[in-house]
């Protein structure tokens, strides 16, 4: 008994002391997580992905909210489906949520995210952010290739028309704007198209699987136990095999830009974003560390997938919703031709009169964002939104799809009105996020101006010369509209039809 009483005056105080310590630490550890649906052991959430995880995430938010906590694994994953909680990620809180989830596919595609769109938050990041900003994406820049949006677009009228005046009449208008995009970026990008001789086949099917590859979910990446997967089913051996061809090319195309460049100091405007990056590399503008020949190549895979497959994609849905709805094309034709009216082509400077083009661009924008789920973000830091904390090391998959099609922001929003932007300053730039097919903030798309002029003019131009319509026997409301999802979503079947139209120009 002695002995007890002489050992309680010890471990009691003890005791006392770890209780407190216990009751200390779980009231400044207790966290306010935002709601989540119930997950599996080890897999968490990804079995509700589904084949469409855009439409998947949308129906879980309709039951949890705009703000709302998945596990892929092990991974925090927060969903993001309302305008107002992506102005608190996008604005409010966008120092917190500058970083990228470090994703395998794209590192080994991306030499090791040395681009600017996948790249973890750093001072890489920001050398390579003011590269694109200052040098490569500047409106100054963008305008300097007006003429090759304009030859490039002429060129794609030329095929329809040739095409339109064969035997057959139906024209396979995603080949036409796939051709369209990737000649522009080409271009732009390199300086010159490669196709034929020039290894363009080549180069086009390494770039769309390129696409297909980012695009892939690596299970690897949320559960790592189970990365062996991925060997058994041939995906790694893809993903090395596209990334050795495609640094093959792109050694070739850098080597030779570099050797044509020797002892020539073109200044001009017709410059090309490799002999930009080529300049700044030989010159070490501002002592400029991160533009090494891997960050050269990163960049300029990085221009063609966010420059070719989100562009034609928008252009294919565009088109979609215009054969679907026969009035809106035909006010739209309108338009186009009131404006043009003895031109042979639309020109960049008949764009800015064309208000209800540039309505229907956005009202696609907002029912078919190419990218549905943006580009995956990763916090860096504690944060508290909307009163819910958001651990450091979260990643943040925003729906721009589902906030386009949010009633809360929209009346009406499963139909296509492009009325609703006549008489509204909304517009896809990025502040208003009722509307953010190229996301916002520091991460936000550099391209954005580009990508919307080659749109616009591509679709104001189609519409001036020919009229079109669904193939024989197909009524508008039987259009296929499913989907094929990658990194972007694209329209299952490809569009054919049209009718040629021969305007009379004076």
């Given at each position: 008994?002695?002995?007890?009483?002489?050992?309680?005056?010890?471990?009691?105080?003890?005791?006392?002391?770890?209780?407190?310590?216990?009751?200390?630490?779980?009231?400044?550890?207790?966290?306010?997580?935002?709601?989540?649906?119930?997950?599996?052991?080890?897999?968490?959430?990804?079995?509700?992905?589904?084949?469409?995880?855009?439409?998947?995430?949308?129906?879980?938010?309709?039951?949890?909210?705009?703000?709302?906590?998945?596990?892929?694994?092990?991974?925090?994953?927060?969903?993001?489906?309302?305008?107002?909680?992506?102005?608190?990620?996008?604005?409010?809180?966008?120092?917190?949520?500058?970083?990228?989830?470090?994703?395998?596919?794209?590192?080994?595609?991306?030499?090791?995210?040395?681009?600017?769109?996948?790249?973890?938050?750093?001072?890489?990041?920001?050398?390579?952010?003011?590269?694109?900003?200052?040098?490569?994406?500047?409106?100054?820049?963008?305008?300097?290739?007006?003429?090759?949006?304009?030859?490039?677009?002429?060129?794609?009228?030329?095929?329809?028309r040739s095409h339109s005046c064969s035997s057959s009449s139906l024209v396979n208008l995603t080949d036409?704007?796939?051709?369209?995009?990737?000649?522009i970026v080409c271009r732009v990008a390199l300086g010159r198209k490669y196709d034929g001789a020039g290894?363009?086949?080549?180069?086009?099917?390494?770039?769309?699987?390129?696409?297909?590859?980012?695009?892939?979910?690596?299970?690897?990446?949320?559960?790592?136990?189970?990365?062996?997967?991925?060997?058994?089913?041939?995906?790694?051996?893809?993903?090395?095999?596209?990334?050795?061809?495609?640094?093959?090319?792109?050694?070739?195309?850098?080597?030779?830009?570099?050797?044509?460049?020797?002892?020539?100091?073109?200044?001009?405007?017709?410059?090309?974003?490799?002999?930009?990056?080529?300049?700044?590399?030989?010159?070490?503008?501002?002592?400029?560390?991160?533009?090494?020949?891997?960050?050269?190549?990163?960049?300029?895979?990085?221009?063609?997938?966010?420059?070719?497959?989100?562009?034609?994609?928008?252009?294919?849905?565009?088109?979609?919703?215009?054969?679907?709805?026969?009035?809106?094309?035909?006010?739209?034709?309108?338009?186009?031709?009131?404006?043009?009216?003895?031109?042979?082509?639309?020109?960049?400077?008949?764009?800015?009169?064309?208000?209800?083009?540039?309505?229907?661009?956005?009202?696609?924008?907002?029912?078919?964002?190419?990218?549905?789920?943006?580009?995956?973000?990763?916090?860096?830091?504690?944060?508290?939104?909307?009163?819910?904390?958001?651990?450091?090391?979260?990643?943040?998959?925003?729906?721009?799809?589902?906030?386009?099609?949010?009633?809360?922001?929209?009346?009406?929003?499963?139909?296509?009105?492009?009325?609703?932007?006549?008489?509204?300053?909304?517009?896809?730039?990025?502040?208003?996020?009722?509307?953010?097919?190229?996301?916002?903030?520091?991460?936000?798309?550099?391209?954005?101006?580009?990508?919307?002029?080659?749109?616009?003019?591509?679709?104001?131009?189609?519409?001036?010369?020919?009229?079109?319509?669904?193939?024989?026997?197909?009524?508008?409301?039987?259009?296929?509209?499913?989907?094929?999802?990658?990194?972007?979503?694209?329209?299952?079947?490809?569009?054919?039809?049209?009718?040629?139209?021969?305007?009379?120009?004076?």
């Amino acid at each position: 008994m002695l002995l007890l009483n002489s050992l309680s005056l010890y471990f009691l105080p003890l005791l006392f002391f770890i209780l407190f310590l216990h009751k200390f630490f779980s009231k400044t550890t207790h966290k306010n997580l935002p709601p989540s649906p119930l997950k599996l052991p080890l897999l968490g959430n990804l079995h509700q992905l589904g084949r469409f995880p855009h439409r998947s995430l949308r129906s879980l938010a309709k039951k949890y909210g705009p703000l709302m906590l998945l596990h892929f694994g092990n991974v925090p994953v927060l969903v993001v489906s309302s305008a107002v909680a992506a102005r608190e990620i996008l604005k409010t809180h966008d120092l917190a949520f500058l970083s990228r989830p470090k994703l395998s596919i794209a590192s080994r595609l991306l030499y090791d995210l040395k681009d600017a769109t996948f790249c973890p938050y750093g001072e890489h990041w920001r050398q390579v952010r003011s590269i694109c900003v200052l040098h490569l994406l500047s409106n100054k820049r963008v305008q300097s290739y007006r003429k090759v949006r304009e030859e490039e677009t002429a060129l794609m009228m030329d095929k329809i028309r040739s095409h339109s005046c064969s035997s057959s009449s139906l024209v396979n208008l995603t080949d036409v704007f796939v051709s369209l995009t990737y000649g522009i970026v080409c271009r732009v990008a390199l300086g010159r198209k490669y196709d034929g001789a020039g290894g363009g086949t080549r180069f086009k099917e390494l770039l769309g699987r390129v696409v297909g590859l980012i695009g892939v979910s690596n299970v690897g990446d949320y559960i790592p136990w189970l990365a062996w997967i991925n060997g058994v089913s041939g995906l790694d051996a893809k993903v090395d095999k596209v990334a050795k061809e495609m640094d093959e090319f792109l050694k070739g195309v850098v080597e030779e830009r570099f050797n044509r460049n020797k002892g020539h100091d073109d200044g001009g405007s017709s410059r090309s974003f490799l002999d930009v990056l080529l300049e700044i590399q030989r010159d070490d503008v501002g002592g400029c560390s991160a533009v090494r020949n891997d960050t050269v190549k990163a960049l300029i895979v990085n221009m063609f997938v966010a420059g070719t497959d989100t562009t034609f994609t928008a252009l294919e849905w565009t088109m979609m919703e215009l054969l679907r709805h026969p009035q809106i094309m035909k006010k739209l034709q309108n338009e186009v031709r009131d404006i043009a009216r003895g031109k042979l082509n639309v020109t960049e400077d008949d764009l800015d009169k064309m208000h209800y083009l540039k309505a229907v661009v956005k009202e696609s924008f907002r029912l078919h964002t190419p990218a549905p789920l943006l580009i995956p973000r990763e916090s860096i830091q504690d944060v508290h939104i909307m009163g819910y904390d958001i651990a450091a090391g979260t990643e943040v998959l925003i729906n721009a799809w589902a906030i386009g099609r949010d009633p809360l922001s929209w009346e009406d929003p499963e139909e296509m009105r492009p009325d609703r932007f006549l008489n509204s300053s909304i517009d896809f730039k990025g502040q208003d996020f009722e509307l953010i097919p190229f996301g916002g903030g520091r991460r936000g798309c550099p391209g954005t101006p580009f990508a919307a002029n080659v749109n616009e003019l591509a679709l104001a131009n189609v519409l001036h010369r020919f009229d079109f319509s669904s193939p024989e026997g197909e009524c508008s409301e039987d259009m296929d509209v499913s989907e094929i999802s990658s990194i972007t979503i694209r329209k299952k079947t490809p569009y054919c039809g049209c009718n040629f139209l021969l305007l009379l120009v004076s």
